[in-house]
């Protein structure tokens, strides 16, 4: 779920802003998973822009305390998450780790880098929420490590119907700053899409997998 609808709209409009989201119906992009989709978004962008960055971890900031309680440590999921989780971990003057997808094949094979003991309060930062599925790996991999992962924070999720299963399924709380359906009113309000491009964005929404964008 989204912390509020005020930091929801301000996030979008932030997004699309900077083409850190870019949704283009008409000439659709291809995902890793083969999907066609009408939406692309790297949340990465947003460390080039000062104030957007600063914006992003001051309200993670703010609603992480409001949630959570102010944790031991902040968690960022790799790569996508380490910047805005670095961030975020100095402005509330905590601790920062971060979690690999996997262990590292050599040295000390670490999946989680960084400090981090047993019984500490940890909330986790990511990037983009799709199907949650490499986020939640991340909290596997915390709470592996004996930590109480209080809750996730995302910039942005595309809300998808499996997601919500696998978050609900382990039983990990998200909230994010902004979503799919925000952005879209945001876009619609701001003439970035129209009506018809609307309607077609609704429907990949429902249906991604067999969404065709005539």
């Known amino acids: 779920m989204i912390f509020d609808k005020n930091t929801a709209k301000k ?12 949704l283009q119906p008409q000439e659709p992009f291809t995902w890793a998973s083969g999907w066609k989709s009408p939406i692309y978004c ?3 962008i947003t460390l080039s822009f000062p104030p957007i960055r600063n914006y992003l971890r001051e309200q993670f900031a703010k609603h992480i305390e409001k949630e959570y309680g102010k944790p031991d440590v902040i968690a960022g999921v790799a790569t996508g998450a380490i910047g805005i989780g670095i961030l975020v971990a100095e402005y509330l003057g905590v601790p ?7 262990a590292k094949k050599h040295g000390r094979q670490n999946q989680i880098e960084g400090f981090i003991q047993k019984g500490q309060n940890v909330v986790v930062v990511e990037d983009l929420i799709s199907t ?4 939640l790996n991340a909290v596997k991999a915390l709470e592996a490590a004996e930590v109480n992962v209080k809750g996730m924070v995302a910039i942005f999720s595309y809300d998808f119907d499996i997601a919500k299963e696998n978050f609900e399924k382990t039983n990990v709380n998200l909230h994010t700053l902004s979503n799919y359906e925000n952005l879209l009113e945001q876009a619609l309000q701001t003439n970035y899409i129209t009506s018809a491009e609307l309607e077609s964005l609704e429907n990949w929404r429902k249906d991604p997998a067999n969404w065709n964008a005539n």
């Open 42 to 44: 790297d949340n990465r």
């Open 132 to 135: 949650g599925k490499s986020s």
């Open 11 to 22: 996030t979008a409009e932030l997004l699309l802003q900077i083409n850190a989201i870019k």
């Open 96 to 102: 920062f780790v971060y979690v690999r997808p996997e």
